[in-house]
């Protein structure tokens, strides 16, 4: 008969608490279910929470629930220690109180993995801090036959709790804010890591994601570059229990190509390599980074919109057979990486004006991320643009003068571009808007006339054939549309507020 290892008042929380293992850190529901563990205990907090091991450790939730969780489970291993028969139920929530005080226990062994990495320098010791993690899972799992794990299972889940870490910091390091408009890109970008079923990933999907391609698309400046680097240095890296090691270093296994920056011919030398002679200066066989980028790597396509039809082709090859040859070379190589590709494009209109394959297209689209542009994200809260220039001021101006930056800067925008402004350039325009105002006190919004979607309309304008009248009437009404009023349109087109309406009506 299976027995019960938990105390019967544990068992209700117990089985929660084994529920915010499998949840999406940045959801809703893994704060509710917080929140129900904690009852009135729970303490409200702002969302964004600056990543460091320590500060997190002792943020207050996370640290009751710890102390709840190793209560339940110091108790249930003293029975488990004398029980015959496991419950299975009761098994499968123990195991999970045990991944989640262990991750949380070694976390900022593994953050300091995670710095040295990117920092070019690796931390003495290493990984040998795997025993001292092997040691504590064992002492809750190895005390009966039915919990305990085999060395492979501890092997995979030393990577999982460095992979579940990465990504929680990668997705933190990279992407600043705490509007919903952020805190949903962070859950899509958990949810292209581990999928929305945290158990089935576990269970097997973390070595089977190099299939699935990752298309980020969105407005120019919004940070797409930024969310293929937190998708793409989040992978599954698998430790080598004999060796000691992981697999590679996940700090190197991110690939990233601007396909608009390059001609046809170097782009396909980059991805697919050379063979020595295949063309002018190909002096020497050349590895290319599908061949470079291994299992667990990621080659970024980024401006993917911005393609050749002969290179969607080939490109579309590759991901359909998942080989390719090099340059020159006949010989066919396995592709066994990832791709991840940006646009600020519409595809499917691209598609329809016959610049973009469709094949290709749904062969990209198996896990699509937006970025939102910078008005989105400021829209829902005032707090946010405080947030976001406070962390540009900190890159810009560095700690000392930081706050005085973000003051000025904040007071600045504020009195000067209201919150009726678009932000065309979005995030890119605002780390330039902060710097113009270091510099000069002031940023010069109207000189946007130059950013990209203007250039866009101007080239629309001329395809129309406009009038010097009808251009400067469009011109305004778009000034009219993105500042709400004729005052600020006045303000921008440096006119009377008469003029700038007649210009917005329409000047013929
Ligand atoms: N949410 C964000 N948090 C922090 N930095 C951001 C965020 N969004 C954008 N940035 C910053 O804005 C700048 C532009 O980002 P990035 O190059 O990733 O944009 P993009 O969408 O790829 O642009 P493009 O389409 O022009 O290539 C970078 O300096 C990046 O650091």
Redesign the pocket.
């Known amino acids: 008969m299976p027995q019960k290892i938990f105390v019967r008042d544990h068992w209700p929380l117990a089985q929660k608490l084994a529920e915010v293992v499998y949840c999406n850190p940045f959801e809703e529901s893994r704060w509710q279910l917080e929140r129900e563990c904690l009852g009135e205990d729970y303490q409200e907090r702002y969302r964004y929470v600056a990543p460091g091991g320590a500060e997190e450790l002792l943020a207050p939730n996370l640290k009751k629930l710890l102390a709840m969780a190793l209560e339940f489970m110091e108790a249930a291993r003293s029975k488990l220690a004398k029980a015959r028969q496991v419950d299975e139920g009761e098994r499968v929530v123990y195991e999970n109180l045990v991944h989640f005080v262990v991750y949380h226990e070694f976390m900022q062994k593994y953050d300091r993995l995670i710095e040295g990495a990117l920092a070019g320098k690796p931390v003495p010791g290493g990984v040998s801090f795997f025993y001292e993690y092997r040691d504590r899972q064992r002492y809750f799992l190895s005390v009966h036959a039915a919990t305990r794990f085999s060395p492979e299972q501890e092997g995979l889940y030393f990577a999982l709790y460095f992979q579940l870490r990465r990504a929680w910091l990668n997705i933190y390091r990279y992407?600043?804010?705490g509007s919903e408009a952020?805190c949903a890109l962070r859950s899509r970008i958990w949810g292209s890591c581990f999928t929305h079923d945290m158990r089935r990933y576990q269970r097997s999907l973390y070595n089977r994601m190099s299939d699935i391609v990752t298309l980020i698309t969105?407005p120019?400046?919004?940070?797409?570059?930024?969310v293929a680097r937190a998708v793409g240095m989040s992978r599954f890296v698998p430790f080598d229990i004999k060796t000691g090691r992981f697999a590679v270093d996940f700090s190197e296994a991110f690939y990233p190509l601007n396909l608009s920056a390059l001609s046809p011919t170097l782009i396909e030398s980059e991805l697919f390599g050379h063979r020595k002679g295949a063309f002018t200066g190909a002096l020497q066989d050349r590895e290319g980074y599908f061949e470079k980028c291994g299992a667990f790597g990621t080659v970024f396509l980024?401006e993917i919109g911005e393609t050749d039809a002969s290179i969607q082709v080939k490109l579309l090859r590759v991901l359909q057979t998942r080989q390719f040859q090099r340059l020159g070379d006949t010989a066919l190589r396995p592709f066994v990486g990832k791709i991840m590709a940006?646009t600020?494009r519409d595809l499917p209109d691209e598609i329809a004006a016959g610049s973009f394959r469709e094949d290709f297209y749904f062969r990209l689209c198996a896990d699509r991320i937006r970025?939102p542009s910078l008005s989105e994200v400021l829209s829902g809260s005032g707090a946010e643009i405080g947030t976001l220039v406070r962390?540009i001021a900190l890159k810009v101006a560095g700690p000392v003068d930081a706050e005085s930056l973000a003051e000025e800067s904040i007071g600045w925008i504020k009195q000067n571009l209201g919150s009726a402004y678009q932000w065309p350039g979005n995030?890119?325009e605002l780390?330039q808007c902060v710097r113009n105002i270091m510099i000069h006190g002031r940023y010069e919004a109207e000189d946007l006339g130059l950013s990209r979607v203007d250039a866009d309309r101007v080239k629309e304008a001329a395809g129309e054939k406009l009038t010097a009248n009808q251009l400067l009437s469009r011109y305004a009404q778009e000034i009219y549309r993105r500042g709400g009023s004729y005052e600020e349109t006045a303000r921008v087109l440096q006119v009377d507020r008469r003029t700038a309406k007649r210009y917005v009506l329409g000047v013929d």
């Open positions: 992407l600043v804010g952020i969105g120019s400046g919004t940070g797409k570059e930024l980024d940006a600020n970025t962390h995030f890119r780390e």
